[in-house]
């Protein structure tokens, strides 16, 4: 792939800023990806050119390339942490730090995750329920031997 997701001066483009400010909210784990984010950017940018070219609207060709950067990002490990410790654990910890904790708690959390296939609709799953569940036990425990 080429470059085309930087600018000259090296700055990341609008696909690339637009997947970076989304990463940074619901993938922070990825934020630090430059690859990834170069690599998806250009993929966006490329599907927007072929849409263009096949007749496609500017709408139906940004719908397009949006459904590109995004993919297999809709669902986040990170959020669904951050509901749960508001949820489940508003007097340990506090609303304010609960971001921080999640990101703390997230890479604690790989044995519970590589039980399920996380896929942009894993929400609307009943094994979104399991999970939401296996995280609440996770984080109760690393509560109770302090390691959060």
Same mark, same amino acid.
Request: hydrophobic share 40%; charged share 25%.
């Given at each position: 792939m080429?470059k085309? !997701?930087?600018?000259?001066q @090296?700055?990341?483009s609008y696909?690339g800023?637009?997947?970076?400010?989304?990463?940074?909210?619901?993938?922070?784990?990825?934020? @630090?990806?430059k690859?990834?984010? &170069? !690599?998806?950017?250009?993929?966006?940018?490329?599907v927007?050119?072929?849409?263009?070219?096949?007749?496609l609207?500017?709408?139906e060709?940004?719908?397009?390339?949006s459904?590109?950067?995004y993919?297999? *990002?809709?669902?986040?490990v990170?959020?669904t942490?951050?509901?749960?410790?508001?949820?489940?654990?508003?007097?340990?910890?506090?609303?304010d730090?609960a971001?921080?904790?999640?990101?703390?708690? %997230?890479?604690?959390?790989g044995?519970?995750?590589?039980?399920y296939? %996380? $896929?942009d609709?894993?929400?609307? $799953?009943?094994?979104y329920d399991? *999970?939401? &569940?296996?995280?609440? @036990? &996770?984080?109760?425990?690393?509560?109770?031997?302090?390691?959060?």
């Amino acid at each position: 792939m080429t470059k085309k !997701n930087l600018s000259p001066q @090296g700055e990341l483009s609008y696909y690339g800023l637009s997947l970076l400010s989304y990463l940074r909210d619901s993938h922070p784990e990825k934020a @630090g990806d430059k690859t990834f984010i &170069t !690599n998806r950017a250009d993929r966006a940018a490329e599907v927007y050119s072929e849409a263009i070219r096949n007749g496609l609207t500017h709408i139906e060709a940004e719908e397009q390339a949006s459904a590109e950067l995004y993919r297999d *990002l809709h669902f986040s490990v990170y959020n669904t942490l951050i509901n749960i410790l508001w949820d489940e654990f508003p007097v340990e910890i506090p609303e304010d730090d609960a971001r921080k904790v999640a990101l703390q708690v %997230l890479p604690l959390c790989g044995n519970v995750l590589a039980k399920y296939t %996380l $896929t942009d609709d894993f929400a609307d $799953t009943p094994a979104y329920d399991l *999970l939401y &569940t296996e995280l609440t @036990g &996770t984080i109760q425990i690393l509560l109770e031997d302090g390691a959060v």
